[in-house]
């Protein structure tokens, strides 16, 4: 039976910078000044479809939302979920299922598919060339090796190496909840296989809640061993050392890898944000882009999400791109992280 991904994998993969069409945006909705809405990323001509985050069940227009103003508006009488204030910012805290709020107060937290199962995915059509931010450019150049075993040889060994992110936390697939989006590692390895024509063997390596330090100490048995043309390293979101010291780790898991595949060449992932207002989660991850670019050059490039989601949030919320409300992704951002890595690879 094929899956989701394989039947949908040009609307997954369709790059949220091509504002023409945008395909199951992310939408979480919360109820403020007793007004139930939600932006969307580009002010929308045209709305397609309202969906629960399932993709299962569709919501109508005029009976459970309308469009004004540019954004989706909920009426009280609608069938769609909203939070209230005290649900996603409960003023007593919630053993396990929540943190202290930048602020005072708590922030609701869960794992699993909770968030999923409470957001929608909106489909509408824009103005073309709205998108406000950097779009990643191919990198074929600085990656010739990756290229000619694509292009040539017909095969490649990929192998991710990160922190929860990169395991693909919170995306559906990984949960088990519809509609079963896998990592998007997997993403990236079946646009490869599709574009190429080419058989990529694809390992995935990365554990929750890792660091560069971790990165650095299990590089030979979880990359090294498998000889891999190309590893994509993600770490970041748990680190909270200078950017100076957290470049000397990569670095240092990179020589790891060479030591053992000289021809290896790597995807250094700057990382996303946590939520700005989960207590003690934002620290130095801001500063890293910059340090990791220090490594780029014949055989290493950059996939820079922490712009792309800086640009996302200049419309959207944070609690839309959320998969656990303080740091994972959701399906939508989890799309967004492999247009980002497929742009580099796919011209």
């Known amino acids: ?37 939600a932006p969307l990323l580009y002010p929308p001509k045209e709305i397609l479809s309202v969906r629960n985050a399932w993709l299962t069940e569709t919501y109508e227009d005029g009976r459970d939302w309308k469009l004004a103003d540019g954004r989706l508006v909920f009426p009280k009488e609608s069938r769609v979920f909203y939070f209230t204030q005290e649900q996603l910012y409960p003023s007593e805290p919630i053993p396990g299922g929540s943190f202290a709020k930048v602020g005072g107060g708590n922030i609701l937290f869960a794992e699993g598919h909770f968030f999923h199962d409470r957001q929608l995915a909106v489909t509408y059509r824009a103005e073309p060339g709205l998108w406000e931010g950097e779009i990643p450019a191919f990198a074929g150049g600085s990656l010739p090796h990756t290229m000619r075993r694509l292009q040539e040889d017909k095969e490649l060994r990929l192998v991710l190496f990160g922190d929860s992110i990169s395991t693909g936390a919170n995306a559906s697939g990984v949960m088990g909840a519809p509609p079963f989006l896998p990592s998007f590692g997997e993403l990236l390895a079946q646009k490869l296989e599709r574009h190429y024509g080419a058989k990529v063997e694809f390992i995935n390596t990365s554990v929750g809640g890792t660091d560069s330090f971790w990165g650095v100490r299990e590089a030979k048995a979880r990359v090294a061993v498998h000889k891999p043309d190309l590893a994509i390293i993600g770490f970041g979101m748990n680190d909270s050392v200078g950017p100076d010291v957290f470049a000397a780790n990569v670095a240092q898991i990179m020589e790891t890898v060479r030591r053992a595949s000289p021809d290896a060449e790597f995807i250094l992932i700057a990382t996303s944000l946590p939520n700005p207002l989960a207590k003690g989660f934002f620290r130095r991850q ?62």
Not at 10 to 29: A, K, Q, R, T
Not at 290 to 301: D, R, Y
Request: net charge negative.
């Open 286 to 347: 801001p500063e890293y882009k910059e340090a990791l670019e220090s490594l780029c050059g014949t055989g290493v490039a950059l996939c820079n999400i922490r712009d792309l989601q800086l640009c996302l949030q200049k419309r959207k919320r944070y609690i839309d791109l959320t998969g656990n409300h303080v740091n994972h992704p959701n399906d939508f951002f989890a799309r967004v992280h492999a247009h980002a890595l497929c742009a580099l690879l796919v011209p």
């Open 1 to 37: 039976m094929r899956s989701y991904a394989d039947t949908h994998l040009d609307e997954i993969l369709h790059p949220i910078w091509d504002s023409e069409i945008v395909y199951n945006e992310g939408v979480m909705l919360l109820e403020e000044d007793g007004v139930v809405a």
